[in-house]
């Protein structure tokens, strides 16, 4: 199984930035594209930011410019740089790996618990 543990969330001011960590563990046998999703009370959870092993990153329209995706490799982290935030960008933010327990098993999506951005004044 592959856990997927965030961290970095909190409270910030408009304007202001934040970045946020995403570390996979357990039985991995290989982790494909890594990224972020997010989603706001009473809204549908969407997609910001991915990344390949390769380092190929692909950004939400409303994210672009202000947010930058991040890997290692070697660590199997994830992280999420955010400038700019407003209060648009409130939402719980997910961290979500492509990956493969064994190579029989096949890969999957999996997901973090989430961690809560609030930008507030």
């Known amino acids: 199984q592959v856990q997927l543990v965030e961290s970095g969330g909190g409270l910030v001011q408009p304007g202001g930035s934040l970045i946020l960590s995403c570390a996979a563990s357990g039985g991995i046998f290989t982790i494909n594209t890594m990224g972020w999703h997010r989603q706001a009370p009473g809204k549908e959870r969407e997609l910001v930011a991915t990344?390949?092993?390769?380092?190929?990153?692909n950004y939400a329209d409303s994210v672009k410019g202000r947010f930058t995706i991040s890997r290692d490799n070697a660590k199997r982290t994830v992280h999420l740089q955010m400038n700019s935030l407003n209060a648009e960008d409130t939402a719980v933010y997910y961290c979500n790996a492509d990956a493969a327990v064994s190579l029989a098993a096949g890969r999957r999506s999996y997901w973090g618990q989430g961690t809560q951005v609030t930008v507030s004044a």
């Open positions: 990344i390949t092993p390769g380092g190929i990153t």
